[in-house]
T-cell receptor, first 114, second 120 residues
Framework: QKEVEQNSGPLSVPEGAIASLNCTYS??????FFWYRQYSGKSPELIMF????GDKEDGRFTAQLNKASQYVSLLIRDSQPSDSATYLC?????FGAGSYQLTFGKGTKLSVIP | DARVTQTPRDKVTEMGQEVTMRCQPI?????VFWYRQTMMQGLELLAY????????DSGMPKDRFSAEMPDATLATLKIQPSEPRDSAVYFC??????????????????FGEGSRLTVL
């Protein structure tokens, strides 16, 4: 059983639309959740992190967490061609200094069509 | 401009050769990770250091891989002997374990640009 699962895509959305990226995880003890963006040929960079159930908004990005359903999502509003990248979901079992290991999903490739 | 520095950026070698990859973490970061990324497996954690001490290398094939952190500014990943199945992009990442500003633990990892390894 994969620990962090994402739909590999590609997910194609028109420019200006909302892109919805989903992630499920298997470890119920997971405490913190991260979304990384990786452009082709580049390294991953952090977009957002979330710890608590509910929504967290940062600009055009909204992360949603539902621990009961073991589900994390990332919404990108007003999608731009520059958002075209692979989005990696990462999960950390620990919280704080005690644990710092991130398990990554394989990523969802997003393509925003002009 | 603080960043994680990895060398080499690209390495092509023949099966059986030794490969050493180096990483300079961001100054002040106390955790260093080695990840391997392939299309099939995605990002896999190979090894993890905190304050230079190895905490977890369970993801690493012990018979051929070794990871060390001889000082706070250098982490190394060595493969000996290399095999074609080791072909991948190897990322080093560093971070600060513990509470950051305003008591918030971000868990943010800063990745280097990666070392693309091709073993023929």
């Amino acid at each position: 059983q994969k620990e962090v699962e994402q739909n590999s895509g590609p997910l194609s959305v028109p420019e200006g639309a909302i892109a919805s990226l989903n992630c499920t995880y298997s470890d119920r003890g997971s405490q913190s959740f991260f979304w990384y963006r990786q452009y082709s040929g580049k390294s991953p960079e952090l977009i957002m992190f979330i710890y608590s159930n509910g929504d967290k908004e940062d600009g055009r990005f909204t992360a949603q967490l539902n621990k009961a359903s073991q589900y994390v999502s990332l919404l990108i509003r007003d999608s731009q061609p520059s958002d075209s990248a692979t989005y990696l979901c990462a999960v950390n079992r620990g919280f704080g200094a005690g644990s710092y290991q991130l398990t990554f999903g394989k990523g969802t490739k997003l393509s925003v069509i002009p | 401009d603080a960043r994680v520095t990895q060398t080499p950026r690209d390495k092509v070698t023949e099966m059986g050769q030794e490969v050493t990859m180096r990483c300079q973490p961001i100054l002040g970061h106390n955790t260093v990770f080695w990840y391997r990324q392939t299309m099939m497996q995605g990002l896999e954690l190979l090894a993890y250091f905190r304050n230079r001490a190895p905490l977890d290398d369970s993801g690493m094939p012990k018979d051929r891989f070794s990871a060390e952190m001889p000082d706070a500014t250098l982490a190394t990943l060595k493969i000996q002997p290399s095999e074609p199945r080791d072909s991948a992009v190897y990322f080093c990442a560093s971070g600060l374990s513990g509470q950051g500003l305003a008591g918030v633990y971000t868990g943010e990892l800063f990745f280097g640009e990666g070392s693309r390894l091709t073993v023929l």
